[in-house]
Nanobody, 114 residues
């Protein structure tokens, strides 16, 4: 199974970015997909997740600004990030929970300068 992210970059405060993540390979059942992020010197934290049934979960810090969506047919998840803040700067990691295992992407950098 491979998990590949795209869409990171540098954006000014108040701007928007859209991250994409696609899972491929021997996939029988994706239970959930989502995004974590890790800022320098901090622990990795959950940003947003979505189940195969569409249930969503967000970190309090991103509620109202970020939206997660999913295309089950393409095994792809998206993270629309609006009203970005400097504290959103981090490496964003996508994961796919398949059967009983989490598979991770390599990470994509999001930078919002102060």
């Amino acid at each position: 199974v491979q998990v590949v992210e795209s869409g990171g970059g540098l954006v000014q405060p108040g701007g928007s970015l859209r991250l994409s993540c696609a899972a491929s390979g021997s996939i029988f059942s994706i239970v959930a997909m989502g995004w974590y992020r890790q800022a320098p010197g901090k622990q990795r934290e959950l940003v947003a997740a979505i189940t195969s049934g569409g249930s969503q979960n967000y970190a309090d810090s991103v509620k109202g600004r970020f939206t997660i969506s999913r295309d089950n047919a393409k095994n792809t998840v998206y993270l629309q990030m609006n009203s970005l803040k400097p504290e959103d700067t981090a490496v964003y990691y996508c994961y796919a929970h398949i059967t009983t295992t989490n598979y991770w992407g390599q990470g994509t950098q999001v930078t919002v300068p102060s």
